[in-house]
């Protein structure tokens, strides 16, 4: 359903174009990760995703499980989330590693939070979590980097300035480009791991702002 949701709506708030390094996009079984701009950001990363048939679990706060309607969603759906700072923390890589034996992509961001500026610039990713590397090393699933631009122009900044822009996104219609990259087999140290993921993701984020330019 969110992907339905994610396909229909984003194309009405702005334009989105996709890019792949392999023609037929993820393969199935991958862990996706990407970039963690905006609100609005897994969105667009799914409705771009949709495109090549792969309709991801997708792993996020698990704050967003408290909501009525898109909690309820999310549970039917089987999406997973994200306890951070919990006793039951490391549940959420079991449940990944459970769907990715199942033969679907687990979507996720190496942030694990949204960056504090308020303006609609771009910029590249913060600092990664371990939360990939290990999820990577307990699977041995490919791990692809996924970069999006220009979700911050749909919405950003403080709550009053994000519900404009959401509201008005339909009218200004902003331009929006997902770079989906090579598949990665990691190996090795978390921490070094973790240092490879966040530099594929910077490059597929570069790749999806030079598209933004052109």
Request: proline share 8%; net charge positive.
């Amino acid at each position: 359903m969110l992907s339905r949701i994610a396909a229909a709506v984003v194309p009405i708030a702005g334009s989105l174009t996709v890019s792949s390094e392999a023609a037929s996009g993820p393969g199935v079984g991958s862990i996706l990760v990407a970039n963690h701009t905006s609100l609005a950001d897994p969105a667009v990363v799914i409705a771009a995703l949709r495109r090549y048939g792969i309709e991801p679990v997708v792993m996020a706060t698990a704050g967003l499980w408290r909501l009525p309607l898109l909690g309820a969603a999310l549970r039917r759906e089987g999406h997973i989330p994200v306890r951070r700072g919990t006793a039951r923390a490391g549940e959420c890589l079991d449940a990944a590693a459970a769907a990715l034996a199942a033969g679907r992509c687990v979507l996720l961001y190496g942030e694990g939070r949204l960056p504090e500026r308020t303006d609609a610039g771009e910029a590249p990713p913060g600092p990664f979590r371990s939360g990939p590397a290990r999820l990577a090393g307990m699977t041995g699933a490919p791990l692809v980097p996924v970069g999006q631009a220009g979700a911050r122009r749909l919405c950003s900044g403080g709550a009053v300035k994000q519900l404009a822009g959401a509201v008005t996104a339909p009218l200004r219609r902003p331009d929006l480009h997902v770079h989906i990259g090579a598949p990665l087999h990691l190996r090795g140290a978390v921490p070094e791991t973790t240092l490879r993921i966040q530099a594929a993701v910077n490059a597929a984020w570069k790749n999806a702002s030079r598209a933004l330019s052109r």
